[in-house]
């Protein structure tokens, strides 16, 4: 189980703010009523990859004492037993797109009904850099993951308007977006070398597509 865990993220950005323009602050006439009151709070994050693991399915994939693991619920998923590299990773962790392999990764070509988006520019070449743990002779299952998967981005934003009516009556307007710039984010493909059609091939998105939500709070 030695090496990168789970919750191991190398990069974790984290930036929020409220700005309320200065102008209008008093909302006096029509104008003010209008370009007044106004205030825009974004939350934006963004992380580096996960351990991603290429895993086995068989083998060594359900024996959880073959390495002296102390976490045999996650052997059956292969967490902490990885496939050996036999050579220097250099595929990179960023999504490739119009991907046509065939070999590894077959399944995810557009002709095939796949997304066409792939982790590796060249799926069999990575495919080909790994190979099956061995008893007797490998020490190290690497971790969580010998790889690391997508790094992502997101953007929420959160807009109110303060209306005044008179004094001690008013409203208060507020609109909630969640991923406002609709950005698309593939998630982790899996990376099982009994599964070679579906090596490093992305199926679906990490995030969720944008949300809004409108509300409208009166006070008195």
Known sequence: ???????????????????????????????????GGWSFAPLFTAQSGVPLPVS????????????GEMDCTSVGTA???????LVPYTGGA????N?????????GNASNGGS??????????????FRRLILGVDTNGGGTGVLRGFGTFN?????????????????TLSFQFINVLNHYQ?????????????????????GTPRQMEFGLRLFF
């Not at 086995?56 to 390495?67: H, K, L, M, V």
Request: hydrophobic content about 40%; charged content about 10%; some cysteine.
């Open 99 to 107: 991907t046509v392999s065939t070999g590894a990764g077959s399944s």
């Open 116 to 129: 066409g988006i792939n982790l590796f520019a060249n799926p069999s070449a990575v495919y080909s850099g």
């Open 155 to 171: 953007l929420d934003l959160a807009v109110a308007k303060d209306i005044r009516i008179r004094e001690g009556i008013g409203a």
């Open 186 to 206: 593939p998630s982790n493909p899996s990376l099982n070398l009994d599964s070679p059609g579906s090596f490093g091939v992305v199926t679906g998105q990490a």
């Open 56 to 67: 086995i399915s068989g083998g060594t994939g359900n024996a959880c004492q073959s390495f």
């Open 1 to 35: 189980m030695y090496g990168p865990q789970a919750f191991d993220i190398k990069w974790v950005y984290n930036f929020i703010t409220l700005y309320r323009p200065p102008v209008f602050k008093g909302q006096r006439g029509l104008l003010g009523q209008v370009l």
């Open 94 to 97: 960023a999504a490739h797109y």
């Open 79 to 85: 967490n902490h037993e990885n496939a050996v590299a």
